[in-house]
């Protein structure tokens, strides 16, 4: 079936974009319906409308079923758009679940550099999102899931490719210090010691 | 997919550009126009009053 | 064939209580903030005790 990668498309931390989604997960998107029925022939163009249709994020539920979410990021690994492209998936305001696909792609193809920057200041995005795991749904936030895009080892059940942590990217002086919207708030109040410990109540 | 070939269609799949994903972005933006409208909550707005 | 009940039991929508909703971002923001916070001051020990053992002398740091 139509399930090779696009033609050319970039390896990815050295293999096949595709399979940086498990083998296993993998197979289990190529045989469901909505692979077979709604994603064959999407494009960059295409796959927008149905992402935002999408009612829930998540890996795979129930009889390890894969959410239309993870098929999507496969197709989207698949197709390997333009890094423009996914900018433009990414500042798609209105569309939550648009862009919480668009940040797990990012996250999971782009330099390390580019991670944070990116997916840094999605942290001020504090939508409600629905996830959708094995013991049902449960509420979650774009800022949650983004934090934990960029702190946890694996996400939606899938494995993350490894990415320095943000401390050792300023350490060679790659990457900025992270500037919270909150902190700089904060900060504009009161400049002495307010870092962290106010309102944690 | 030799179906789809005698079909007289290719397996190969478009490539979109980023006017046409831009030109898509804006026009579902239109269309859920109504629905979001409600979304209209002032940021910073709200970092301001923590300021204040 | 399996058609399992698919409704959702949580509700997205956003913005029905915007002030209670900013307020919970900024106590998840405030503990992300701690959070790291926390894990750079660990590292920075760490380093400290790495650098304390190698100043001693060698028997001493066996």
């Known amino acids: 079936m139509a399930n090779t990668t696009v033609r050319g498309a970039l390896a990815i931390h050295g293999q096949n974009p595709q399979h940086l989604v498990e083998t296993v997960i993998r197979n289990r998107i190529y045989e469901s319906p909505y692979w077979k029925e709604h994603c064959f022939a999407l494009t960059a163009e295409t796959l927008i409308d149905k992402t935002i249709e999408l009612r829930y994020i998540g890996g795979v539920y129930g009889n390890q079923k894969p959410t239309e979410f993870l098929c999507l990021l496969l197709k989207l690994l698949q197709i390997q758009p333009e890094k423009e492209i996914l900018l433009e998936y990414l500042q798609a305001d209105e569309f939550k679940y648009l862009r919480a696909l668009a940040a797990m792609y990012v996250r999971m193809t782009f330099r390390a550099t580019e991670v944070y920057e990116l997916l840094e200041p999605l942290l001020k995005d504090f939508r409600k999102v629905r996830y959708r795991g094995m013991g049902g749904y449960s509420l979650t936030y774009i800022d949650e899931f983004v934090d934990q895009l960029l702190t946890e080892e694996r996400v939606c059940d899938i494995i993350l490719p490894r990415v320095p942590r943000r401390q050792v990217l300023e350490e060679n002086g790659d990457l900025g210090p992270r500037k919270s919207l909150l902190l700089n708030a904060m900060e504009g109040e009161d400049d002495t010691e307010t870092r962290g410990g106010r309102g944690d109540s | 997919r030799a179906h789809l070939r005698a079909l007289g269609q290719t397996t190969r799949i478009e490539r979109s550009t980023v006017a046409q994903v831009r030109a898509r972005i804006a026009y579902l933006r239109e269309k859920t126009k109504e629905a979001s409208s409600a979304k209209a909550f002032d940021f910073e707005q709200r970092l301001a009053e923590i300021r204040a | ?62």
């Not at chain 3, 900024?26 to 894990?39: P, Q, S, T």
Request: proline share 5%.
């Open chain 3, 1 to 62: 064939k399996e058609k399992e009940a698919e409704e959702p039991d949580v509700d997205d929508t956003d913005g029905l209580e915007p002030a209670e909703e900013f307020d919970a971002w900024r106590l998840r923001e405030l503990a992300r903030i701690k959070r790291d916070k926390e894990v750079e001051l660990e590292r920075e020990l760490e380093r400290e005790e790495v650098e304390r053992r190698r100043a001693l002398p060698e028997e001493q740091r066996l």
